[in-house]
């Protein structure tokens, strides 16, 4: 059996789905900031299998896959201060007890 | 290639599960730091051996290590989570989404691309011809993104010093 295009947008499917349930069921702010990069990792993934399938002669995919992983790693680290700022303010990183802009 | 695919992908899959799943933070990124490694290993077999590259460097160097340090910052050095439920209160319903969405993408892909095979192109791409295209085509949003990454270092040390500066 080949691989194809599809192996790999399933399993980053699955991996993005992982993601998406650690993110919406976690109640530590970490995990669910751990979650993300799990998502974002997963759509980084399928960029270069689409490059290596699809585009193998172009550079635009890898292009777009480096200014992604700077996204992303931009994206950390202003959302790990954001909950050392929410921990300084709260003395917790549970999700649940951020209610300040409840309606 | 295709065992290695597998092996690569139970890796990668053992590693996300276990990092959403586990109690302790910090076993936590662990296993994220596997998962982590199972992509850099998927890189390297698409051939994207500079990607594999800047992911080792990048999200094992920087980010697990800036997530370590955010739990050591947030709580007890161990990262135990004590004897409190790990799970929000409607956590089930996240788990519903989150299946729902699963169906959604396998649905779609296994509707349109199963076709693709990876095609015979006679060399990889270079570092070499990435860094051209990066100061060439490309250097616009190269650019932005160097103000993007400005912004945010500065934004960060901005956000995690207000209540400091606050308090004195």
């Known amino acids: 059996m080949t691989l194809t295009l599809g192996h790999y947008l399933g399993m980053s499917a699955i991996l993005f789905a992982i993601g998406l349930a650690g993110a919406l069921t976690r109640r530590n702010a970490i995990n669910v900031l751990m979650s993300i990069e799990i998502m974002f990792n997963a759509g980084i993934l399928n960029l270069i299998a689409a490059w290596h399938f699809r585009y193998f002669e172009s550079l635009t995919p890898q292009l777009f896959a480096v200014f992604a992983v700077t996204i992303a790693a931009a994206e950390s680290a202003l959302g790990l201060a954001l909950v050392i700022a929410v921990y300084r303010h709260y003395r917790s990183v549970n999700v649940e007890e951020m209610t300040a802009l409840r309606g | ?168």
Request: hydrophobic share 60%.
């Open chain 2, 1 to 168: 290639m295709t065992t290695a695919f597998w092996i690569i992908t139970i890796v990668t899959l053992l590693g996300a599960l276990l990092a959403v799943t586990l109690r302790n933070l910090v076993h936590c990124v662990l296993s994220l730091i596997l998962f982590f490694l199972g992509i850099a290993g998927h890189y390297f077999l698409l051939r994207a051996d500079f990607f594999g590259t800047v992911q080792i460097l990048i999200y094992i160097g920087a980010v697990a290590v800036l997530i370590l340090f955010a739990i050591m910052l947030t709580r007890n050095v161990t990262g135990e989570e004590g004897p409190r439920e790990i799970l929000g209160m409607k956590w089930w319903s996240g788990a519903v989404i989150a299946a729902l969405v699963a169906g959604v993408l396998l649905h779609a892909v296994r509707r349109d691309a199963t076709a693709a095979v990876a095609s015979s192109a006679p060399k990889p791409l270079s570092v070499a011809d990435l860094g051209r295209a990066l100061v060439g085509d490309w250097v616009v949003p190269f650019e932005g993104m160097a103000v993007l990454l400005t912004a945010a270092l500065i934004g960060a040390v901005v956000i995690a010093l207000e209540e400091v500066q606050r308090r004195r």
